[in-house]
């Protein structure tokens, strides 16, 4: 059994009682070794407030727990978390969810009454606290980004990160990251990079021997390489911060120059080619099928395949490798959706099939009856907690009760809409008819449309081409692949998606 021990002590409880960390983390080894630990990790913070949940050694222990590899916990008290009942509630449930057993050496959960309050109050403030304490911790990662430091989750290849001692560079990592700029501005693809390092036995961040060309393709794309990381990418407002460069400014651009430059072609290859790119599953090995254009008896010929390269993918498809030719695939799916938009009855029904299942609403509604029973479980055990003395009805609790009242109410009302939503009620009279009157509109100039109408028509109406099996035989029909099942899997949504195509 895994355990972890976790001590704090702020700077005012060492002055004032003499407490000190060696003591908190003796015995609670100790416990945890009597509770048979055979392995025990520390973590600890020292002289950092409780107030607040962004420590160093307690964002170790999450993330351990997250990780999966601790068992069980133990602590001097639920204040070593933190001072705050609130934080306290959400760390427990956390671990507790983790399926880790928390063991305090000062408190049961029984005997005190502070102790039957902590324990009572769980049910009734964590659901509706949660979401207010994750707001408050992101915001403190948010301010601490843009005042220059550092966030805790800081990990990139290149790099190493503490809070005391912040970015440094990683000399070894960092000379990869070199080698990958290098290679790449005196034209070296990313794929090749990838095998190069690959085959050396260079470790990745994550430790694996393993480099995909999209892990080079990121590193030669992320501008904290010339000294500019970016916090927050995806969000509107992104937060640059200085690290140390590894990179040149020239040589970083030079790189985003040949990879845009690689991009339009790539592009300009891609387009008119292949109808269902993106689009199929082999499911005789789960992987998605592409685009190969290979030589048959001298003749070029477009297939699909599911076989990738077993440099750069865990997973390289079936071998012998399965080609399916790609003219015979796209007739096959073409005529599905023609045939389909050619008899509006068929297509409506045929989406009918394809919509959420009343299962799938059922699902909802479960979901929404349990968070509703949990939330009627807080409030009766607030108020027991108020009849039996042990919290008072003060200004505080009262809107406690109102909040989780009208939590009551607003699930109640989910519950019946869910109810009145599932099945075919998601899908309106009014939405057959429009469903209707666009094929009959797409119908009429089917034969004209470019390939990318083509391919974005196919998209609207198509969630997924499943095959299986493999050619048998050498001869077949165009629009005949014998031995190949192909399932096509049609978009429920398609009335909303054919809306925004932009075929005239
Ligand atoms: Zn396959």
């Known amino acids: 059994m895994r355990a972890a021990v976790y001590a704090r002590v702020s700077t005012e409880e060492q002055a004032q009682h003499g407490y000190s960390l060696a003591e908190q983390k003796d015995s609670c080894t100790r416990r945890a070794k009597e509770l048979g630990a055979t392995e025990i990790l520390e973590f600890a913070d020292e002289g950092i407030s409780g107030a607040t949940l962004d420590r160093p050694g307690l964002e170790g222990l999450r993330s351990a727990i997250k990780e999966g590899i601790i068992d069980l916990i133990v602590l001097r008290d639920p204040d070593r978390l933190s001072r705050k009942l609130a934080h306290q509630l959400i760390l427990t449930e956390e671990f507790e969810k983790a399926g880790v057993r928390l063991e305090f050496l000062d408190f049961t959960w029984q005997d005190s009454p502070e102790g039957k309050l902590f324990y009572n109050l769980k049910g009734a403030v964590a659901e509706y606290e949660r979401e207010k304490i994750k707001e408050r911790m992101i915001r403190g990662k948010n301010q601490k980004a843009r005042q220059g430091g550092i966030p805790m989750n800081f990990s990139l290849y290149g790099y190493d990160y503490s ?211 949990d939330t009627e479980k807080g409030m009766t055990q607030l108020i027991d907690l108020i009849a039996s003395g042990i919290v008072e009805l003060d200004s505080k609790i009262k809107q406690k009760l109102t909040q989780l009242k009208q939590r009551r109410e607003l699930l109640e009302r989910r519950i019946k809409e869910a109810n009145k939503e599932s099945g075919l009620a998601l899908f309106s009279r009014q939405d057959m008819k429009n469903l209707k009157r666009l094929a009959s509109e797409i119908i009429k100039n089917i034969d004209d449309l470019e390939f990318e109408e083509k391919q974005q028509l196919v998209r609207s109406m198509v969630s997924q081409v499943y095959i299986s099996g493999r050619i048998q035989g050498t001869y077949h029909l165009p629009d005949d692949l014998p031995g190949v099942d192909v399932k096509i899997m049609l978009r429920a949504e398609m009335v909303y998606s054919l809306k925004n195509l932009a075929i005239s």
């Open 163 to 373: 809070p005391e001692k912040g970015v440094q560079i990683n000399a070894q990592e960092a000379e990869i990251v070199k080698q990958i700029f290098h290679k790449f501005v005196s034209y070296t693809s990313p794929h090749a990079i990838a095998i190069e390092l690959t085959q050396s036995g260079v470790p990745t961040k994550r430790n694996t021997n393993f480099w995909h060309r999209q892990v080079v393709r990121q590193i030669l794309m992320n501008p904290a390489y010339k000294g500019e990381w970016v916090y927050q990418k995806n969000s509107d407002s992104p937060i640059i911060i200085p690290v140390p460069a590894i990179v040149s400014k020239e040589v970083w651009e030079t790189a985003q120059q040949i990879l845009a430059e690689s991009r339009r072609l790539w592009a300009k290859r891609g387009k008119q080619q292949y109808l269902l790119s993106g689009l199929i599953t082999c499911t005789d090995c789960g992987t998605p099928m592409g685009g190969h254009y290979g030589t048959h008896w001298g003749n070029r010929v477009r297939n699909y395949t599911c076989r990738k390269s077993e440099s750069t993918n865990r997973i390289p498809g079936c071998s012998p490798a399965k080609l399916i030719n790609a003219d015979s695939l796209e007739l096959i799916v073409w005529n599905e959706v023609k045939n389909l938009l050619n008899d509006p009855d068929k297509l409506v029904s045929a989406v009918k099939r394809n919509l959420p299942t009343d299962e799938d609403s059922k699902k909802e509604i479960d979901n929404l009856k349990r968070q509703l029973s």
